[in-house]
Nanobody
Framework: QVQLVESGGGLVQPGGSLRLSCAASGFILDFGAIGWFRQAPGKERDLVSRISLVDGNTYYADSVKGRFTISGDNAKNTVWLQMNNLKPEAAAVYYC????????????????WGQGTQVTVSS
């Protein structure tokens, strides 16, 4: 029903920056929140950041706090993740996902997922 498409991934050096985009198209549901997740090979998928589309409340994992910024534009059906001062540990496939909940409690509450975009951090 709804398609989420991530873009903006690529190769950066440690300390560099990337801006990821998540665009929704198709039959747009009245989503309550958008989350950014990342998954490295052999690792579990972890929540990186989340934004409520109802009140703008945001969440950041401790590992990225102060360096990543999430933002959204409901009129454009787009959410961004600005990633600054990237560390090698940030290398992963990044996914955006949508939830009907305003403040999703867990990954199970995300009902629509993008295809992922690769972020590589290397010298």
């Amino acid at each position: 029903q709804v398609q989420l498409v991530e873009s903006g991934g690529g190769l950066v050096q440690p300390g560099g920056s990337l801006r990821l985009s998540c665009a929704a198209s198709g039959f747009i549901l009245d989503f309550g929140a958008i989350g950014w997740f990342r998954q490295a090979p052999g690792k579990e998928r972890d929540l990186v950041s989340r934004i409520s589309l109802v009140d703008g409340n945001t969440y950041y994992a401790d590992s990225v706090k102060g360096r990543f910024t999430i933002s959204g534009d409901n009129a454009k059906n787009t959410v961004w993740l600005q990633m600054n001062n990237l560390k090698p540990e940030a290398a992963a496939v990044y996914y955006c996902a949508a939830s009907m909940a305003t403040w999703p409690k867990g990954e199970y509450e995300y009902i629509s997922w993008g295809q992922g975009t690769q972020v590589t951090v290397s010298s």
